[in-house]
């Protein structure tokens, strides 16, 4: 039995959800609200970084959106997620790897302050402070000075790694999934 943590506005969490959909994978869903039920302790013992997505199946938890892709794909093998092509899966797992060091620290941010400016908005300043500061908290980046020059530099560099590749057309997901770079 699959089942999924996960939440509508999770970046990562989409990833999850649409390889499922993929494969035609049925699982039980878990919605999280991220307003401080991913530090519940039944949660944390599945999650300890108290983040979504958390894939549980026949009761092992697996974490990281990039690692569940390839344990979906292992475990349930039709359809294939990756290219059949050895150096195209390289080139996939170099994209994924990117995408998780660059492009989903820069995501982050911006996700975690859209996603909740109505509810920190109507938090005191007081609160606003505690509830973005909590351990494992993506908005206490928020605040940051760095937080442009990060992003433009982390889409930058991976720009520069897309452009420099040898597998520019190679797929991000396998040889029947319409979306793959051109």
Known sequence: MLELYHSVNSVCAQ????ALAEKGLDYREHLMT????????????????????????D?????????????LDEVFPNPSLMPRD???RAAVRQYNKLIDEYVHNS???LTFATAFRGWLSGLTADERTAAIR??????GRIASN???????????????QYRTSPERRAKLVGDS???CIR
């Open 146 to 160: 760095r937080s442009y020059d990060d992003i433009r530099t982390n889409h930058q560099e991976l720009g520069r």
């Open 15 to 18: 990833k999850v959800r649409v």
């Open 134 to 139: 909590r351990p494992g908290r993506v908005g």
């Open 177 to 179: 999934l319409i979306a």
């Open 59 to 71: 009761g092992r938890p697996v974490i990281e959106s990039s690692v569940i892709l390839y344990y």
């Open 107 to 109: 995501c982050s941010i």
């Open 86 to 88: 050895p150096h195209q």
């Open 34 to 57: 991220l307003r401080g039920d991913q530090f519940d302790d039944a949660y944390m013992k599945l999650n300890p970084n108290a983040v979504v997505p958390t894939l549980v199946h």
